[in-house]
């Protein structure tokens, strides 16, 4: 039986140099559904293992991951961030289950990516923006100003006692302090 499939099958090197091949370069397209694409992957894992490459379970789950779409960056980074270990069943029941909150009723996850000049329409200079944003400008370091014209309580003044006023506007204290001043003058 080995004779005749060395003979005419394709060598057992080259279904297994395909199968890696296939492994590397596989992205998942636009509109399969994620369970589709990891069990394709999970085939292709079986080719190689039958054919004297086999990829251990931690790899295997890190070519899925690295071969979904952008709108899968949340639940990738979750994964890496937090070093979550996955046998392939549970991530293949995870992938469905972030699938079907965030896309799964025609919603889109929004993704923070970086992209380059090249993937932005009509290129970026410093006079055009991509998208202009309409925001009020904010004061900064600056409280919220009281409209009503209410003093607000400040507090209790360690000084005197008193409600109202703080130590540094505390009149009794100021004047005390003047005329501490006054006296080291002369």
Same mark, same amino acid.
């Given at each position: 039986m080995d004779s005749l499939r060395e003979m005419f099958g394709q060598p057992s090197w080259s279904l297994r140099h395909e199968a890696i091949k296939y492994i590397y370069t596989k992205q998942m397209k636009e509109g399969i559904f994620v369970r589709e694409h990891v069990l394709d992957m999970m085939m292709h894992f079986n080719i190689a293992e039958v054919n004297g490459s086999p990829i251990n379970e931690a790899n295997q789950v890190t070519f899925i991951l690295q071969s979904l779409l952008n709108s899968f960056v949340? $639940? #990738?980074? !979750?994964? $890496?961030? !937090?070093?979550?270990? $996955? *046998?392939? *069943? /549970? +991530? +293949?029941?995870?992938? #469905?289950? $972030?699938? !079907?909150? /965030?896309? &799964?009723? &025609?919603? @889109?996850?929004?993704?923070?990516? &970086? /992209?380059? @000049?090249? @993937? +932005?329409?009509? &290129?970026?200079?410093?006079? *055009?923006?991509?998208? /202009? +944003? !309409?925001?009020?400008?904010k004061r900064k370091g600056k409280t919220p100003k009281n409209s009503e014209g209410k003093k607000v309580a400040k507090g209790k003044c360690y000084h005197c006692n008193e409600d109202g006023h703080w130590l540094r506007n505390c009149p009794k204290y100021l004047t005390e302090k003047k005329a501490d001043k006054e006296a080291q003058r002369n």
């Open positions: 949340p $639940f #990738q980074m !979750n994964v $890496f961030l !937090n070093k979550i270990k $996955f *046998t392939l *069943t /549970t +991530l +293949l029941n995870e992938l #469905q289950r $972030f699938y !079907n909150l /965030t896309m &799964g009723k &025609g919603k @889109e996850v929004e993704t923070n990516v &970086g /992209t380059t @000049e090249k @993937e +932005l329409v009509g &290129g970026s200079s410093s006079k *055009t923006r991509v998208g /202009t +944003l !309409n925001m009020k400008k």
